[in-house]
């Protein structure tokens, strides 16, 4: 017969930034509650979690506590450290009404996955226009209910931008190739940055 190791022992394993985090918190004031009594399937997406190199979080029950892994940490920018357990709404409140229902669409038992997702955030003490390609998956309790849900994610923001300003190189280079006149030129040039940024 195998000997099975209390979760307390084995809990938040690892050296990495978050694990040390999490078996440094109290967990009484949380709403998970102390790690002993967390659902097997909770467990096992944690340390799963603190294990992945992909940035990952996972949000839980009807807070949706929101815990992360160290790759994840540049994307919280100044959000980090946040409190472990943070209810997701409050942790990322700018970027709720376009997550929501996708969320609810996670929370209803369907995967979800969106490529290069514009959002608006103030991670870094100024709004900013960041792009990810992420998924989300629903994350199942003892009873087979979905009780929360497991994100991998990778922003995309660099590759985005430039992606965009290889477009707009080319879209200028053939707009400003027939023109021969300087005056012409110029204006055509400004009137298409004017439409790029706005």
Known sequence: MAYMVPFT???FLGDSQTAARLRDHDWHASPLGPPEGWPPSLRMAVDMMLHSSFPTFIAWGPQLAFLHNDAYIPILGERH???PAMPFAQLWAEVMPELSHLIERT???????LQDMELNLLRNGYPERA????SYAPLHDARGEVAGLTCTVMETTGHVLAARRAAFQLKVSDALAPLEDQGEVIAT???LLGV???
């Open 107 to 113: 929370l209803a038992g369907n995967s979800v996955f």
């Open 189 to 191: 040039a400004s009137a």
């Open 131 to 134: 792009w990810f390609t992420f």
């Open 81 to 83: 450290p946040a409190v």
């Open 196 to 198: 790029e940024l706005g």
């Open 9 to 11: 022992h084995t809990a």
